[in-house]
């Protein structure tokens, strides 16, 4: 074959296939209803191309393979439980050394063995990291992970503790306070998120899990969803707590010199105005900044040990912060913001001498995102140690998201760390016939591998340094991700594998590192087998009252599962942040809003929706008042529910705020952006206030019924 033959040549199904594989896409899968799908080759060379893998033509695929063959022949990085056999590939067999990165001293006379799937080691019983050397040869990292036994959530399970805790969205918290030193100025933060829990430890709880705090995007407030952070290295500023960190005097001086801004305004509304309350926040911060140089010796102390701690990871984020505010760097002629990806090529990567000369002359600036970040860090800190204090076991819990967003500082500071020109989302399943794009980038595989975790673990201590648990989003995505190609709707994607057992054993050793609980989301479409490795490293699933159900009686039927049925190795919960609330499930309001937002499947109408919820609310009263009890018509009757929920045998049940409160609407409604406040609703009261009110202490009691004493 001539080379302008070759050239245009499109390679077979079997060598296009061949690649998709040895890359980790998977091109074939089941759908929800049990209809074998296959992905076409257009979809697959889009994602090989996305993923710096070629496949257009019979050469570009052999090139591709020899790419992929050449990652990670010898991991960097060796996984394994203590006491358990680590597999060592490529590694000579004889005497070795292990070294302990942390504290005890190196073990001598171990020796690499070898059987008929080759050189292994039995693993020492101490979870932590190591460093072994084999009698001749490159030495090799292993990170051992803590058997089941030794994870917080198999004590827990083991002890048949039965812990209650809330869920809370950070920013929907709102004080009463008349101080306005005290007040949310607009949208909660970790100062509301203290109060809430030393509250809630006064009522029995001992947990509070929260939606996720990651940076956000400074200059383009707007960009408020949660789960779509700017990065998962850093946190929201915007939830800062100052008054927590520097005292109330000094932000009471500064709020004073402010005295154009109506701080009372911003916390009146039902809506978070995101624009116009951070802009004021960000006025304050600025002069508190200001006058960093006069707080006492332990403050600089602090700031100054925060800035050496974080490095060059936190100076990219700042300087990403500056730039991407500078209408000079991230705007159009015509003063449209742009996309990093859209800025001039001098802009587009940290290192160039253009970026670091623009930090140089806007050291201040820089200097101002640093210190934002500290003090968001400190506040959160504060607000952990708080709830501990006050009696909680488990004190704060984090949400870590899945992805972040391309236009983000971590894309930006870390681009050969993620997927580039897909976006990762959820194929259509019962729930969304439709599927789920969320335009978020994650973690490339590849580049995990070749940067031995490092990545990943990044992100996974940031999210656990300041709290006591961690819930971590769409745990599938560890086994697998769902991959649309830039631009594709949301089924025109495909699975790619990720490296399951490595991320689910780093996360237990992490978590095992800092003695705390780990949660992860298992929801809708699970890969088979991931169950049963959340129990092996010691992560609880979550039990979730909408999707506990069962066969029933007669064709198409379900009923609910009865309590003391649930599986216990979970977390029970009545909803969470995209489902519907109690009072919104009872009510309907999840079908009018899908109705409204045109997302009803193909062979769905909101009459058989509605007709099927009543049935659906016949079933699960009857599961929980008695096989003789109709089901009240028209309030949700919250308190059963709640109980119902907590009467079950997993150790940690968490009440949704909303539900305590009796809200009707979701903070969230998954494939809509502008046709719903999304992240923007608060709650309708001070929730610490709230607390002693009849409703709520009628759900704390129902709670407290099954769960323990206050």
């Not at 074998?36 to 070629?54: A, E, H, I, K, Y």
């Not at 101490?126 to 030794?150: K, N």
Request: charge should be neutral; hydrophobic fraction near 45%.
């Amino acid at each position: 074959m001539r080379r302008d033959e070759e050239r245009w040549h499109v390679p077979g199904e079997g060598g296009l296939s061949a690649l998709a594989a040895q890359a980790g896409l998977q091109e074939h899968w089941v759908d929800p209803y049990g209809v074998p799908r296959r992905v076409s080759s257009d979809t697959l060379r889009s994602l090989l191309d996305s993923m710096g893998l070629p496949g257009g033509t019979a050469a570009r695929v052999r090139e591709s393979r020899a790419a992929v063959e050449s990652i990670g022949s010898r991991p960097e990085l060796l996984v394994g439980y203590a006491g358990g056999a680590v597999r060592l590939p490529g590694l000579p067999l004889g005497p070795c050394l292990l070294e302990p990165e942390e504290g005890s001293a190196p073990q001598a006379g171990l020796r690499i063995a070898c059987d008929e799937s080759g050189a292994w080691l039995r693993a020492p019983s101490q979870p932590g990291y190591y460093r072994l050397h084999p009698r001749c040869g490159e030495s090799v990292r292993l990170a051992i992970a803590p058997c089941r036994s030794e994870t917080a959530a198999s004590r827990m399970l083991a002890r048949r503790e039965r812990l209650w805790g809330v869920a809370a969205q950070i920013y929907s918290l709102r004080t009463t306070d008349e101080d306005p030193v005290k007040a949310t100025w607009g949208h909660g933060d970790f100062a509301a998120v203290r109060r809430l829990a030393q509250q809630l430890a006064r009522e029995g709880a001992d947990a509070l899990m929260l939606s996720p705090a990651h940076a956000m995007f400074s200059a383009d407030p707007a960009a408020c969803s949660p789960y779509c952070p700017s990065s998962r290295l850093f946190l929201n500023a915007a939830y800062a707590a100052p008054a927590d960190v520097l005292g109330e005097d000094a932000v009471r001086k500064a709020m004073r010199s402010l005295a154009e801004v109506d701080w009372a305004a911003l916390d009146a509304p039902r809506r978070i105005d995101w624009p116009r309350a951070c802009a004021a926040r960000m006025r304050l911060l600025r002069r508190l900044h200001h006058g960093l140089a006069g707080f006492g010796p332990h403050v600089q102390a602090d700031y100054r040990h925060f800035l050496g701690s974080r490095g060059e990871t936190l100076r990219d984020h700042a300087v990403f912060e500056c730039l991407q505010a500078d209408a000079s760097v991230a705007s159009d002629h015509q003063g449209k913001s742009l996309p990093w990806t859209q800025w001039k090529s001098c802009w587009r990567d940290p290192g160039t001498p253009e970026v670091r000369a623009y930090a140089a002359e806007h050291a201040s600036e820089v200097d101002f995102h640093c210190f934002l970040q500290w003090l968001a860090a400190a506040s959160l800190d504060q607000a952990h140690r708080a709830a501990c204090r006050a009696g909680m076991r488990i004190g704060l819990m984090a949400d870590l998201a899945v992805g972040t967003s391309p236009a983000g500082s971590q894309a930006w500071s870390q681009a050969g760390h993620l997927l580039a020109g897909v976006s990762v989302g959820a194929p259509p399943d019962i729930h969304n016939p439709l599927g789920q794009n969320w335009r978020l980038t994650a973690f490339s595989p590849q580049a995990l591998r070749t940067h031995a975790q490092a990545p990943f673990l990044a992100v996974l201590r940031a999210s656990l340094e300041h709290v006591g648990g961690l819930r971590i989003d769409h745990i599938a995505g560890f086994e697998r991700l769902w991959v649309i190609p830039e631009g594709g709707e949301a089924a025109d994607g495909a699975y790619l594998r990720m490296p399951a057992r490595e991320l689910l054993a780093l996360t237990a050793l992490e978590a095992w590192r800092r003695q705390a609980l780990v949660i992860g989301e298992n929801l809708g479409t699970v890969p088979a087998g991931l169950d049963a490795a959340l129990r092996q490293n010691g992560i609880l699933g979550m039990d979730v009252l909408w999707f506990m159900q069962q066969p029933g009686l007669g064709p198409g039927r379900v009923s609910f599962t009865p309590s003391k049925r649930w599986p216990p190795h979970a977390v029970a919960m009545a909803t969470t942040h995209d489902l519907p609330t109690l009072a919104g499930w009872w009510q309907g309001v999840d079908i009018a809003q899908r109705a409204h937002a045109r997302l009803l499947g193909p062979h769905e109408t909101a009459v058989e929706l509605r007709a099927r919820r009543a049935e659906d609310r016949s079933q699960l009263w009857k599961c929980v008042a008695g096989p003789d009890c109709a089901a009240p018509p028209h309030r949700a009757p919250i308190p059963a529910l709640l109980g119902f929920v907590a009467a079950t045998p997993c150790p940690l049940m968490l009440a949704a705020l909303e539900d305590l409160a009796g809200e009707g609407e979701a903070p969230n409604v998954p494939g809509t952006v502008h046709a719903f406040p999304n992240w923007r609703r608060r709650m309708p009261a001070d929730a610490v206030g709230a607390c002693a009110s009849a409703p709520w202490r009628q759900r704390f009691e129902a709670i407290r019924r099954w769960r323990g004493p206050a």
